[in-house]
């Protein structure tokens, strides 16, 4: 029974959400403390399982026919035991944000809301949902900065990690639009067309390259994250020739290796480069 409450909240991406505000926690310059990095972590731990909590149980018809072993439709666990748990998270990770201080609680409670929304209304939104994402996806670490008591230096981070996935979001409605047109969604590219939405993601893409070099984050990360641009220009190439599922998976390994950039300037900030 315990299992199922943790498999609802997908551990995985929960512990990715928070490798990535201790990476902005240690970016922001501060050497924390124990305390501070178990607060931080597990805030956005908390947070992102009610997220992905919330959605499965508005998202609980279609997963009976898409995703028919998830914990809703398998009855391992109910509709409204499942809102209860989301509910319960929202809260606990909001709790260990304001032990943090007042700006990390702020962004833990918009956070939650944010999520809220979007599993409710924002997901099936043209634009508003690939945004939301986008914002939610990097403010993992802004969260971290607001813990170190510099938000300015992550706002490169939640930039960077904000554009590159917009870009991947909008690719995966690209590949969507047979399945989503069938099924009556609005999505962006079924809005305004996949040229046109083509066009905005490789503009997204282009502006992550650009400002990722503007980072003032040293030498180290400056090498690091050439790796990463590299991936991202491979995969402006795929969109710009209208491969949308080779462009959304060159832009998730160019995420991947742009994480491993924020991880060496964390270390350089550190010392340890």
């Known amino acids: 029974m315990v299992q199922v409450y943790l498999e609802i909240m997908r551990p995985g991406n929960c512990l990715l959400a928070g490798i990535a505000a201790l990476i902005g926690l240690l970016v ?18 908390a947070v992102t399982g009610a997220g992905n909590g919330i959605n499965d149980y508005f998202d609980r018809e279609i997963d009976a026919i898409n995703r028919p072993r998830r914990p809703i439709p398998s009855g391992r666990i109910s509709p409204d035991w499942a809102r209860g ?27 939650s809301i944010l999520l809220y929304l979007y599993a409710r209304n924002l997901k099936v939104t043209p634009f508003a949902g690939n945004l939301a994402v986008g914002y939610l996806t990097g403010s993992t670490f ?12 992550t706002v490169f981070l939640f930039s960077l990690a904000a554009l590159a996935t917009l870009a991947r ?3 995966k409605d690209i590949e969507d639009v047979a399945g ?21 993601a490789a503009l ?7 400002l990722s070099y503007l980072a003032p984050l040293g030498r180290a990360y400056l ?21 949308a599922p080779r462009a959304q998976k060159m832009l998730k390994a160019g995420m991947t290796a742009a994480l ?11 010392g340890y480069l």
């Open 142 to 153: 802004l969260f971290g900065g607001a813990a170190g008591g510099n938000v300015g230096i």
């Open 169 to 171: 979001e909008i690719e």
């Open 204 to 210: 997204f893409v282009v502006a992550a390259i650009v």
């Open 28 to 45: 922001a310059g501060s050497s924390p403390d124990p305390l501070t990095l178990a607060l931080v972590f597990f805030a956005v731990f």
């Open 260 to 270: 491993v950039a924020f991880m060496v300037a964390a270390a350089s900030g550190l």
């Open 85 to 111: 748990w989301s509910v319960v998270l929202f809260a606990t990770g909001s709790a260990l944000a304001l032990f943090i201080n007042a700006l990390a609680f702020a962004i833990a409670v918009a956070n």
């Open 180 to 200: 989503d047109s069938a099924s009556g969604a609005r999505t962006l590219p079924i809005v305004i067309g996949e040229r046109r939405s083509s066009f905005l």
């Open 223 to 243: 090498v690091a994250v050439t790796v990463a641009d590299l991936l991202f220009l491979v995969a402006l190439a795929r969109i710009l020739q209208g491969d």
